[in-house]
């Protein structure tokens, strides 16, 4: 067997930009690598963006549904109190992973990227088909196991825990949390389908999130995390990031004219919208600071009004070009996010609102990119006082650097090539299908 003869199955979380948009540019590498390629879709707002790049897509049912996508990122966030349940009933996920097998059976594929897409922790190993995940190098155990994962600052709520509590200390409270049962409450009714269909349960983020292979669109510069140290199974790929072509739109381009400091500014689909409107209100104090701003699903940019010479909003925004453009970035720390910046070469303010998006932001940081705000502390002064900072001739220096390095990757043809070689046995997890 031969690439061309190849089938893969793609689904992803479609309501998530970061992971519909990694899935689908893989998609388009494989495709571009003479495999067949088909995406199947329980929901997402993103989806639309499958047909534009010429790919063949299938809509499945169930949907997961925008209202309840919010209150996962509430979870995510550690907005909602630890194990809270995800809302899906037993009975959704089991139709799910029906859909899911009905479309197995009539697609027949070597092989299936699940993305983020949970129902195909259910399905793929029911059906006993190889599958391949993608996520932030923050869900590889060996993170956490290293200690490198800090405690979110959605989840300091108090002056003790902020201010007094040694660093150190939470990264074990949170290597005993998430690598033990901590997913457990969360997934009482995903574990009750897996059941149904004779699957084991699953009760913490890193099982939940693993294939048979998974990739981290990361690089070890960026994570901190050394490749060496990954745990068995686990392939650093390099950056992925979308290629999604939004109109650049003339206003950005005026804005971006002007004398001053040219500021992009986006908290992707999971910042909050309060703080958005508090960092555009910082930034616009300051009348040297040309700002164009993405709101995506977050805020209206109505709601920023009264747009000047010196400020822009809208919705979508081309991020590779706009960060080209921009001389720093105030961004939330998403994945992509991130590497767009990297990409560009410019240096970073970043607030997150998880804990993959804090280590993000922390791991250009340490490189000396970024300055990262913690969540408790964004206000007018502290946001201005970081932009200042960051737009000194250090920072862009260290970021040219990365970027040089960064640039020397392929993430989405390292992809592509692991998982054909999954498929193919030409990898030491291929023997399992064997």
């Not at 963006?49 to 997961?64: K, T, V």
């Not at 550690?78 to 959704?92: D, H, I, M, N, S």
């Not at 381009?253 to 500014?265: A, I, T």
């Amino acid at each position: 067997m031969q690439v061309r003869d190849l089938k893969w199955a793609f689904f992803s979380y479609g309501h998530n930009l970061g992971d519909f948009t990694r899935a689908l540019e893989t998609a388009i590498g494989m495709k571009q690598s003479g495999a067949q390629v088909k995406f199947f879709n329980h929901g997402g707002i993103h989806n639309k963006h499958i047909a534009e790049a010429g790919i063949e897509a299938e809509d499945l049912q169930p949907e997961l549904t925008w209202e309840q996508h919010k209150v996962i990122m509430d979870i995510n966030r550690y907005k909602a109190a630890v194990g809270t349940p995800l809302p899906v009933t037993r009975e959704q996920w089991i139709k799910m992973a029906e859909a899911d097998l009905k479309a197995f059976d009539e697609y027949q594929p070597n092989g299936v990227y699940a993305g983020l897409n949970l129902s195909c922790m259910i399905s793929v190993p029911y059906a006993k088909l190889p599958m391949v995940t993608q996520v932030p190098t923050v869900n590889c155990p060996a993170f956490i196991h290293n200690e490198m994962y800090n405690m979110p600052n959605t989840m300091e709520r108090n002056f003790f825990m902020r201010h007094v509590l040694p660093g150190m200390i939470k990264r074990k409270i949170m290597k005993k949390v998430l690598l033990g049962n901590s997913a457990g409450a969360s997934l009482t009714t995903f574990n009750e389908a897996r059941k149904h269909f004779g699957l084991k349960p699953i009760y913490n983020i890193t099982d939940l999130v693993r294939g048979d292979i998974t990739l981290l669109p990361d690089l070890p510069v960026l994570s901190g995390l050394a490749e060496k140290d990954l745990n068995s199974g686990y392939y650093y790929t390099g950056p992925i990031f979308s290629g999604i072509e939004f109109p650049l739109d003339d206003q950005i381009r005026k804005v971006f004219s002007r004398p001053g400091l040219k500021v992009y500014c986006s908290l992707g689909s999971s910042g909050y919208p309060e703080t958005l409107r508090e960092i555009i209100a910082a930034l616009r104090q300051n009348s040297n600071l040309n700002i164009v701003c993405a709101t995506t699903t977050i805020l209206d940019p109505e709601e920023l009004k009264p747009f000047s010479e010196n400020f822009y909003a809208t919705r979508f925004l081309p991020a590779t070009k706009v960060n080209a453009l921009a001389d720093i970035a105030v961004l939330h720390g998403g994945q992509g996010t991130i590497q767009n910046a990297v990409w560009a070469g410019t240096p970073v303010v970043g607030i997150g609102f998880q804990a993959e998006q804090q280590a993000n932001i922390d791991g250009i940081a340490r490189e000396g990119m970024a300055i990262r705000i913690p969540i408790y502390s964004v206000n007018s002064k502290r946001i201005l006082k970081a932009v200042n900072e960051i737009s000194k001739e250090k920072y862009r220096n260290r970021a040219r650097q990365i970027q040089t390095q960064v640039r020397s990757t392929n993430g989405v043809r390292k992809s592509v090539e692991l998982m054909n070689q999954l498929v193919l046995g030409q990898l030491p997890e291929s023997k399992k299908f064997s």
